[in-house]
């Protein structure tokens, strides 16, 4: 990415062709999309990149199980081809896994349901995954010891995929920029701009960390704000009803060794939702709730009730664990953006995304899934291609449907990784160390690797137990926008929630090498770290 400077002097400069307001995966998928038509495209975030939604996700590519149950056929057969795109243009970035499944006597699916289910889930996904296992009660359980109760009855194996939602999101955003689109952090959107005869002509803008306003023009604005979404609408529509529904998700992180699950599980809970135990690193991720949110968007964090309800959860799924809150090492939550339907309770929702064009000519695409961006984006900008050709401007196909990410390898990812493990070790790093960075980042781990080759102190590990390194403080803060620690530790790396202290160990040294990176003095890094350590305390309810 250019220096965010010139980026902003572009934004005030160019007559884009679309504004995408929200760096979001959402937004970020939008704009790639945009720009892989050959249209000139800006990309606006007030935040960090995926500092929404988009970082505090389940980190799962997936069909959605679940949806069968609600009928949402249309959206598992997209959801599962769009994993199974993802996991060839992005190897490095959505990794298939196995996933168990558990069922038991009085509650969730019964054993026969659970197999039709998953039949259907297999023909969907167009026999383009591993087909579903039956496994029996002492089958499952030679898999997973941790799943024995009295209830259990039997289980399942079959395919999805997992990912890391924030780089996901930033991959979109780093392609989007290749293909030549404007995309800037920390601004925000304050207004609509429109001409004479009401037409949307561009939007007012704040630099947040100048404070500078200004304007961007274009022919078309697409809304793709997320749980914000209604606010845009609402100052281009003032009298059109709230179009959304906010369902707040909380996860909990626990320390591996308390919850030591080997593989991803999927289990019936008390309540009637599914429990994820999925291993991330040094600890096991648990969620989610689904609780209707009339707050804030603006503020949004786990508590206390989240925190009971999944130690609940977790404690009847894997009874042995006796997990309590001293095990957790980080909460997070999200606000699932849903289309408001009426008459149903959130978790029976849908699912499905809308884009919608109002009479300003302001496109709004909202509701979705993770897994389905690249297919948002793609009908996000088909919609805002009408607006386009009001002002006579063609616009081509997308191309994102073939499109590799930028980190995806030339070759394939076991001989990409065996390869780069070999020049990763001539510098001194270790095994794991070397495929956690191939995993990462990709091919683009090469370019972690040029700055260990530099400055050997860079191949240091930034917390004890954990693979990261502190090149990656260094390649995040020149090559990967990221403005603050909190974007260091909880979006590029995961020592947020991966870390015991989540990450105090690390912060001093990563504090230096932003410090460093982004020229803050003294005072600006002392506020940097106590603005994390603020994040940190937030994030604790318990
Ligand atoms: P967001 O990620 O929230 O992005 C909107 C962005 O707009 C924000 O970054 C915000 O800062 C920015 N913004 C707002 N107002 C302005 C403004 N005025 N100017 C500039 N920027 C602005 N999906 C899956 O496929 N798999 C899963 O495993 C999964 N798990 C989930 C678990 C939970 C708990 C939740 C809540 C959702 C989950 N989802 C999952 C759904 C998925 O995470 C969301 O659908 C997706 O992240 C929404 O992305 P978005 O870009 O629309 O919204």
Do not use: C
């Given at each position: 990415m250019?220096?965010?400077a ?8 160019t007559?884009?062709?679309?504004v995408v307001?929200?760096?979001g995966?959402?937004?970020?998928a939008?704009a ?9 495209a800006?990309?606006?975030e ?5 500092s929404?939604?988009?970082s505090?996700?389940?980190k799962?590519?997936?069909g959605?199980?679940?949806y ?5 056929v ?5 959801s ?12 490095h ?15 969730g699916v ?9 039949t259907?889930?297999?023909f ?8 579903h296992?039956t ?15 009295p209830?259990?009855?039997s289980?399942a ?5 997992r990912?890391d ?28 701009r ?8 561009g ?5 947040e960390?100048?404070g500078?306003l ?8 697409v ?5 914000w ?6 100052q281009?529509q003032?009298?059109?009803p ?12 626990v ?18 939702r599914?429990l994820?135990a999925i ?9 989610t709730?689904?609780?209707d949110?009339a ?8 508590d ?6 999944l ?10 664990a006796?997990?309590?809150?001293s095990?957790i ?9 849903l289309?408001?339907?009426?008459g ?20 709004t695409?909202?509701g ?11 009908r ?7 607006v ?12 994102t449907?073939t499109?590799?990410?930028p ?6 990812l076991?001989v990409?990784?065996?390869e ?5 070790k ?14 990462r ?9 040029a ?7 860079l191949?240091?590990?930034l ?5 990261d390194?502190?090149?990656?403080i260094?390649?995040a ?5 990221a403005?603050?620690?909190?974007d260091?530790?909880a ?6 929630w ?12 990563a504090?230096?090498?932003?410090a ?9 890094e002392?506020?940097?770290v106590?603005?994390y350590?603020?994040?940190v305390a937030?994030s604790?309810p318990?």
């Amino acid at each position: 990415m250019t220096p965010r400077a010139e980026r902003i002097a572009a934004l005030e400069t160019t007559p884009f062709d679309v504004v995408v307001v929200g760096g979001g995966i959402t937004g970020a998928a939008t704009a790639r999309d945009a720009a892989s038509r050959g249209l000139r495209a800006a990309l606006l975030e007030r935040d960090d990149w995926a500092s929404g939604t988009s970082s505090r996700s389940s980190k799962l590519i997936h069909g959605g199980l679940r949806y069968l149950a609600s009928g949402q056929v249309h959206l598992v057969f997209e959801s599962l081809a769009e994993r199974n795109r993802l996991t060839a243009l992005a190897p490095h970035l959505v990794e298939p896994a196995e996933f168990l499944f558990s069922a038991y006597r009085g509650r969730g699916v019964s054993p026969l349901l659970l197999k039709l289910g998953l039949t259907l889930y297999d023909f969907l996904a167009l026999g383009r995954s591993a087909r579903h296992r039956t496994l029996s009660r002492e089958a499952l359980l030679a898999r997973e010891r941790l799943l024995d109760s009295p209830d259990l009855l039997s289980g399942a194996l079959y395919a999805d995929a997992r990912t890391d939602d924030a780089r996901l999101t930033l991959e979109n955003v780093l392609d989007a920029a290749a293909l030549g689109a404007v995309a800037v952090s920390r601004i925000e959107v304050r207004g609509l701009r429109k001409d004479s005869s009401g037409r949307i002509r561009g939007v007012a803008a704040r630099d947040e960390e100048s404070g500078r306003l200004f304007n961007v023009s274009a022919l078309a604005v697409v809304n793709a704000t997320g749980p914000w979404g209604d606010r845009l609408r609402g100052q281009d529509q003032p009298e059109a009803p709230p179009q959304l529904r906010l369902s707040r998700g909380a996860h909990i992180t626990v320390t591996a060794s308390r919850l030591p699950v080997k593989q991803p599980v999927a289990s019936p809970s008390s309540d009637g939702r599914l429990l994820f135990a999925i291993p991330f690193g040094s600890v096991t991720l648990l969620g989610t709730t689904d609780r209707d949110f009339a707050g804030s968007p603006d503020d949004v964090a786990a508590d206390r009730e989240d925190v009971e309800l999944l130690l609940k959860a977790a404690n009847a799924v894997f009874p042995s664990a006796s997990l309590a809150s001293s095990d957790i090492v980080a909460t997070f939550a999200g606000l699932r953006p849903l289309l408001a339907e009426t008459g149903k309770n959130v978790q029976d929702t849908s699912r499905e995304d809308s884009v919608t064009i109002s009479p300003s000519g302001l496109v709004t695409v909202s509701g979705g899934k993770l897994t389905t961006h690249r297919r948002m984006g793609e009908r996000a900008m088909d919609r805002a291609a009408v607006v386009l050709r009001r002002h006579g401007r063609e616009v081509t196909r997308s191309a994102t449907r073939t499109r590799p990410f930028p980190g995806a390898p030339e070759k394939p990812l076991p001989v990409f990784l065996s390869e780069f493990g070999r020049a990763a070790k001539v510098l001194g790093l270790d095994a794991e160390a070397a495929r956690h960075l191939g995993l990462r980042y990709g091919r683009r781990a090469e370019e972690v690797l040029a700055l260990v080759a530099e400055e050997r102190a860079l191949g240091d590990r930034l917390s004890p137990g954990l693979p990261d390194i502190a090149a990656e403080i260094v390649f995040a803060a020149r090559s990967e926008d990221a403005r603050s620690i909190a974007d260091l530790l909880a979006r590029r790396t995961h020592l947020f929630w991966q870390a015991s202290g989540q990450g105090a160990e690390a912060l001093p040294r990563a504090a230096a090498l932003a410090a460093r990176e982004l020229h803050w003095d003294k005072a600006g890094e002392k506020a940097a770290v106590e603005a994390y350590l603020s994040e940190v305390a937030k994030s604790r309810p318990f």
